[in-house]
């Protein structure tokens, strides 16, 4: 964790006033503080205590720890996470994370608190300073392989600094006995640097694209040009020298040639921060949208493009780009995909899931969009890869227009609740394609005059007088026997039995008489709208097992007429589907039924043109009774 060193721009920034408490007790750090100043005691935190179950979730601990309180501290007051002051230590010594200067407990505190977040420090195993950064902060991380880096880099992280992200920078290591080896240059590997600044200067008639970077020792410097006391510095103007600070302090802080930081450097790692954790007068500020979204078995965990039957059943956002960068013919866009609180999980044996996303150019429409649009259209662009970490995040330039990015897990049926961020440059208009219901159903066919009466319908009424009985009305029981009867005989579905509550739904569809039969007006329009229901599901098993998936069911409802918000169809599969996300027959008619009636009530008691009925207390449970 060689960030918690402590990136010079993480100190300065103030704690939001609306930080969220997290310690059990429901008090703020400074409730407790006061706490522990009017009794005079160090603090204690019971949430986090200072024994194993801190330490591991799945390891019995080998050595004894003992755990200390440091002899002086500092609280770090922008954090809202209350630990006490008590470090593991074993032999004297901090066992995580320590900070060179052995005085200095900053960085072991800031540990502490990260690892209360996440439950126990062996969570931590695993993690990367990258998501430190980002949890402290609140920003998205990006990591640039120098040797890899776009031909604009300089640029980038000149962007980067003035926006006020922290950045930091590091040379690789082969093995364990390379790190913190020290170089010809004074560089020390696997070492993680800050970067603080960025410039050129007039050189023998040249601009000299020049890097600034700070050892947080404090001490041991790059010696070759434009360090401290090179003679690159004699050639340029009092001026420039002046603009840029130069010094020759052995503060741990040193200029070289960006070239030169090229080719000793392998990594630049970027925490872009989000506006709200910045000052208030910071110039440069990305532009940042947030959704909030979830993976659910059966709706909308759809896993990635190669699976093409379920991929659209994904949640999708719409992000439009009007305007270009300054001076530029594109937009940068940084996407930041992020799965949450599954660190917390570890301990409960979950794992990060593989996770990542995709951009199509949007087709002009505000429709989710279907398999078949997936089918026939390659994407624009797409995360790196699909990879099991916290968070995927990546940067892009795309013209201005309309495009349609698609977060999922790899694999379907994988659940969680994950956070889509997109910081741009200029201001870019997102919205999630789920939130709409629209139901468009045919109009209720009308019974016909009986003297325009088919022969065939006149066996049917024969029929119907067979099953209605000497009171010429069909009641649920009565339904309930002749469709078990009909059905049966039926080769092109795997029938099992139809259910009398299926039957009671139907009867009030299509009771509007009101008696709670249907007569053979009512039982003649049911007969219609059955075969289109059994029409319905053969054509939409599309894999002919006789059951209808979550993912079928979708397409189903919506030839149906029924464009329904990712949150209800995550409830119709709760309530109709068996565990293996299938419906039969009998689940498929109820559901279907139901959310007709539903529809048609609504439409009933809606006022002219609004999208909203207004129902007291007994109208309303009057209404779900008889739904
Ligand atoms: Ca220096
Ligand atoms: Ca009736
Ligand atoms: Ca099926």
């Known amino acids: 964790m060689p960030y918690l060193h402590g990136p010079p721009g993480l100190q300065a920034h103030p704690v939001p006033q609306n930080a969220r408490t997290t310690h059990s007790s429901g008090q703020s750090f400074e409730q407790l503080r006061q706490g522990s100043l009017q009794t005079g005691s160090l603090f ?62 900053w960085s072991a ?9 996440n439950g126990s420090y062996e ?51 082969r093995n364990a006995a390379e790190s913190e080896a020290r170089t010809p240059f004074g560089l020390i590997k ?68 960006f070239q030169d930081f090229r080719a000793h450097f392998d990594k630049v790692e970027v925490c872009n921060l989000s506006p709200d954790a910045l000052q208030e007068d910071a110039l440069h500020r990305w532009e940042v949208a947030v959704h909030q979204g979830s993976w659910v078995r059966g709706s909308t965990a759809g896993g990635c493009r190669n699976f093409l039957d379920t991929f659209w059943t994904n949640p999708q956002i719409k ?60 994407s624009l662009a797409r995360s790196k890869t699909f990879i099991n970490l916290r968070e995927v995040s990546d940067r892009f330039r795309l013209p201005p227009g309309e495009y349609i990015l698609v977060p999922s897990t790899f694999e379907p049926h994988q659940e969680a609740d994950f956070c889509l961020r997109i910081f741009s440059e200029k201001k870019a208009i997102s919205r999630d394609l789920d939130g709409t219901v629209d139901i468009n159903l045919p109009e209720p066919s009308q019974p016909k005059p009986p003297e325009q009466e088919t022969e065939e ?13 000497e009171d010429m009305e069909v009641t649920a029981e009565e339904l309930e026997y002749v469709l078990n009867a009909v059905l049966q005989k039926r080769k092109d579905l795997k029938f099992k039995k139809l259910s009398l509550i299926s039957c009671r739904n139907i009867i009030s569809l299509m009771d509007t008489s009101g008696n709670g039969k249907l007569e053979f007006s009512e039982f003649l329009m049911f007969w219609d709208r059955l075969k289109q229901w059994i029409n319905l599901f053969i054509q939409f098993d599309v894999d002919k097992s006789g059951t209808m998936s979550s993912y079928e069911l979708r397409t189903a409802l919506r030839a149906a007429g029924f464009q ?28 279907l039924v139901r959310l007709e009636n539903a529809s048609r009530v609504f439409q009933a008691l809606r006022m002219k043109n609004k999208d909203f009925i207004h129902l007291n207390i007994n109208e309303f449970i009057n209404l779900t009774m008889n739904i």
Not at 216 to 228: A, H, L, T, Y
Not at 326 to 340: F, I, N, R, Y
């Open 44 to 105: 204690e935190d019971v949430d986090f205590p200072a024994n194993n179950t801190s330490l591991f979730y799945s390891e019995r601990s080998q050595v004894p720890f003992e755990w200390k309180r440091p002899g002086f501290w500092q609280h770090s007051e922008w954090l809202d996470v209350v630990i006490d002051d008590r470090l593991p230590t074993f032999r004297g010594r901090l066992v995580f994370l320590h900070s060179a200067d052995h005085t200095e407990f």
């Open 109 to 117: 505190l800031l540990e502490k608190a990260y690892a209360k977040l």
């Open 123 to 173: 969570a931590l195993k695993g993690g990367s300073t990258l998501e430190a950064m980002e949890d402290f902060t609140g920003g998205v991380a990006e990591t640039f392989l120098t040797r890899e880096a776009p031909q604009d880099f300089y640029t980038i992280l000149g962007k980067a600094l003035k926006r006020g992200s922290l950045l930091g920078c590091s040379m690789d290591i």
């Open 190 to 257: 696997g070492h993680a640097y800050t970067i603080t600044g960025l410039d050129q200067v007039d050189f023998r008639g040249q601009k000299i694209e020049l890097i600034r970077v700070r050892n947080p020792w404090g001490q041991v410097e790059w010696n070759g040009p434009w360090s401290d006391s090179s003679p690159e510095w004699k050639s340029v103007g009092l001026a420039d020298q002046k603009r840029l600070c130069h010094a020759a302090l052995d503060d741990g802080e040193f200029w070289m040639a």
């Open 319 to 378: 992000l439009s780009l009007t305007e270009k960068d300054e001076g530029q013919e594109e937009c940068t866009l940084l996407v930041a995909l992020m799965q949450k609180d599954r660190r917390k999980l570890k301990r409960f044996g979950a794992d990060m899931l593989t996770i990542g996303y995709v951009i199509y150019q949007s087709p002009g429409n505000d429709e989710h969009l279907d398999k078949d649009f997936f089918r026939y259209h390659a």
């Open 457 to 469: 319908e006149q066996q049917f009424r024969a029929l119907f007088q067979r099953i209605a009985g």
């Open 564 to 591: 329904l918000s990712s949150r209800l169809l995550q409830l119709i599969i709760l309530r109709y589907a068996d565990e293996g996300l299938q419906l039969d027959l009998d689940d498929f008619l109820n559901c």
